[in-house]
């Protein structure tokens, strides 16, 4: 490799703010930094006396850079997260996930509708969250379908009643679908409820239906008076086991932790004073970076990636080095005033040190379960006399319902465990339904063919079956042209599919591994195995619903959704259609002879 003149880059750079990019030989980006005075910052790189390893192993292997100049460091801070996302760099700092948070959605129509709502907020309405996961909000869309009778159903099949459907019955929607049921005013009331209870106002919610109890009482209408009385009740036991509250309006809270190469960082939601839930995160840190700059540079990547609502307070456990930038940022972001804050006062400081502790926690979970995949390797590396460690393994499965919407599954694990970013499926086609061996050898020419990188080739490749299936890899792999080669294990279910009495089988010599129900590495291969199944059956599932829900009619090229229409409007529906025959088709408006031909084959091949 040609080693990097800094002197001649160093003496062409400029003073102002910008981000640079460090290449490697291979020309990868290997680190992305930003700095408010260019020339100083990359300066400090090229010293003759460097005491930080992690800068002394990047410096060795820049083989070049560039820079990007922007008017000012806010600039710098917005391109080095593009940049980071981008590039995915080897030596920063990565958060792993980056998805928006999901929302409570209260739409603005005539009867409003509670929804799950994740990405930007362009529909009409109210957002309430933003909820630490998906199943917390629909675990709360479930906790006010027994607290209000608001509808929660798709607007198409709102528009479409003539009569209440289940939901009604079980006294978990009013009906407002239907006229004589519930009144326009009597529904705003119960929406109104539900505001408040989303803002966090449960006693004032309360009160007013105490208040609505005691005038049903006045007039003689005890019907209502007991479902009045049944909401307060149901509302006392939500407010029991209510989250934990305070008197913050909206404010997040970051714990980290820190252990032997690992980070966690956990955040907590408060929104309208009540504690939604919290997250842990584990982003991927290159070895010897510094605990403040795993911090610093996971919180900026979390709060400018995605749809992430940024609150006025951030209580963090430590400084930022350069916070008041990080501020600035922020509050532009945000469009409001944010501020950081170290949880000096009573009540931030109780939540920072929950915030704390649950960082702690999800690190000492994480460390425990990676320590176990790692013996799991080690005994499996043993068992099969392997050198070196293995670094990367995958699994085949087929799934399918008699031969119908066959799915094939491809898992990877690395040594931490599954790694889902390489998880593949792949719908088959082209084969006589249920040839099980026709589907694995199709998943893995489609896998396999076009591979370049020998660090995607596994070390290990598992297939979920016996002889038949694992022939198919090993006709695969004969004229495979890399030196890299996986080696071929077939996982055979044992005569009662029972765990711990799969027999696992060698490519080629076809001889077994002898392995004990209480062996780590067989615990290994059933959770690959168990996961590429899963996997699988998710795939199949997926695609056998949407098969359910589509017309057979849309796949008839030349017949578009209009035509569609035509046809089962003029044939009384699609069984209708079926037994019309060409001449009939033909009599439809817009459908020629030779299209009523073309129908009239596809439905009857």
Same mark, same amino acid.
């Given at each position: ?62 083989? =070049? ?47 409003? =509708? ?36 608001? +509808? ?19 006294? +978990? ?51 209502? %008076? ?26 997040? #809270?970051?714990?980290?932790?820190? +252990? ?10 408060? =929104? ?7 997250k842990a995160f584990f982003p991927k840190i290159p070895s010897t970076t510094t605990e403040s700059e795993i911090f610093e540079a996971f919180l900026l990547q979390f709060y400018l990636a995605g749809n992430k609502v940024i609150p006025k307070q951030i209580v963090i456990p430590q400084s930022l080095f350069d916070e008041t930038a990080i501020a600035e940022l922020l509050s532009q ?187 780590? %590495? ?5 959770? #690959? ?13 997926n695609r056998r619903q949407k098969v359910k829900t589509t017309s057979s009619l849309e796949s008839i090229p030349g017949v578009g959704a209009k035509r569609r229409q035509a046809l089962l409007k003029y044939m009384g529906g699609l069984q209708g259609l079926k037994k019309a025959s060409k001449s009939e088709i033909a009599s439809v408006p817009g459908i020629s002879e030779e299209l009523a031909d073309t129908i009239y084959d596809h439905l009857h091949a």
């Amino acid at each position: 490799m040609t080693e990097f003149d800094s002197n001649a880059f160093l003496k062409t750079l400029t003073h102002q703010p910008g981000v640079y990019r460090m290449y490697n030989a291979a020309d990868e980006v290997i680190y992305v930094g930003k700095a408010k005075n260019l020339k100083n910052r990359v300066s400090s790189y090229f010293k003759q006396h460097l005491d930080n390893p992690k800068t002394i192993a990047l410096v060795s292997q820049i083989a =070049r850079m560039d820079v990007t100049v922007v008017n000012s460091e806010t600039e710098a801070f917005l391109l080095e997260n593009n940049f980071i996302k981008k590039y995915r760099p080897r030596y920063n700092v990565l958060l792993r996930d980056d998805k928006s948070y999901p929302f409570i959605f209260l739409s603005a129509h005539e009867h409003p =509708r509670l929804d799950f709502h994740r990405g930007p907020q362009k529909r009409k309405g109210e957002y309430f969250g933003p909820y630490p996961s998906a199943w917390a909000v629909r675990e709360s869309l479930r906790t006010m379908q027994k607290l209000f009778p608001v +509808r929660q159903c798709e607007d198409s099949y709102y528009r479409a009643r003539s009569r209440p459907c289940l939901q009604y019955q079980m006294q +978990r929607c009013s009906a407002p679908c239907v006229e004589g049921y519930i009144s326009d005013e009597e529904y705003a009331e119960q929406v109104q409820l539900v505001r408040l209870f989303l803002k966090g106002k449960n006693q004032q919610v309360i009160n007013s239906l105490a208040d609505k109890m005691e005038a049903a009482s006045e007039q003689l209408n005890f019907e209502a %008076a007991a479902r009045y009385r049944d909401q307060i009740s149901a509302l006392r036991k939500v407010q029991e086991r209510q989250w934990v509250a305070g008197t913050q309006d909206e404010m997040d #809270i970051f714990g980290f932790a820190y +252990r032997a190469g690992m980070a966690c960082i956990q955040v907590m939601f408060i =929104r309208d004073s009540q504690l939604l839930g919290s997250k842990a995160f584990f982003p991927k840190i290159p070895s010897t970076t510094t605990e403040s700059e795993i911090f610093e540079a996971f919180l900026l990547q979390f709060y400018l990636a995605g749809n992430k609502v940024i609150p006025k307070q951030i209580v963090i456990p430590q400084s930022l080095f350069d916070e008041t930038a990080i501020a600035e940022l922020l509050s532009q972001e945000a469009k409001h005033k944010v501020r950081f804050y170290r949880g000096a006062r009573e009540e931030k400081r109780q939540y920072l040190q929950l915030a704390q502790a649950n960082a702690k926690n999800a690190l000492d979970a994480q460390y425990g379960q990676q320590k176990s995949v790692f013996a799991r390797y080690i005994d499996l590396e043993s068992a099969l006399e392997w050198d070196d460690p293995i670094q990367r393994m995958e699994c085949f499965d087929i799934s399918h319902t008699s031969g119908q919407q066959t799915v094939a599954s491809c898992v990877v694990f690395n040594r931490e465990g599954p790694l889902k970013s390489d998880y593949r499926r792949y719908n088959i086609e082209g084969i006589t339904p249920g040839d099980d061996y026709a589907a694995m050898a199709q998943a893995l020419k489609r896998r396999y063919k076009n591979v370049q990188d020998a660090q995607k080739i596994p070390d290990i490749l598992f297939i979920d079956g016996g002889k038949g299936q694992l022939g198919q890899a090993e006709d695969f792999f004969a004229d495979w042209p890399h030196d890299k080669k996986p080696l071929l294990i077939g996982v055979a279910k044992g005569t009662t599919r029972k765990p711990g009495l799969e027999t696992l089988i060698l490519a080629d010599s076809h001889e077994t591994i002898p392995l004990n129900a209480d062996r780590p %590495a067989l615990h290994l291969i059933q959770h #690959i195995r168990d996961e590429s199944h899963r996997f699988a059956i998710s795939g199949h599932r997926n695609r056998r619903q949407k098969v359910k829900t589509t017309s057979s009619l849309e796949s008839i090229p030349g017949v578009g959704a209009k035509r569609r229409q035509a046809l089962l409007k003029y044939m009384g529906g699609l069984q209708g259609l079926k037994k019309a025959s060409k001449s009939e088709i033909a009599s439809v408006p817009g459908i020629s002879e030779e299209l009523a031909d073309t129908i009239y084959d596809h439905l009857h091949a």
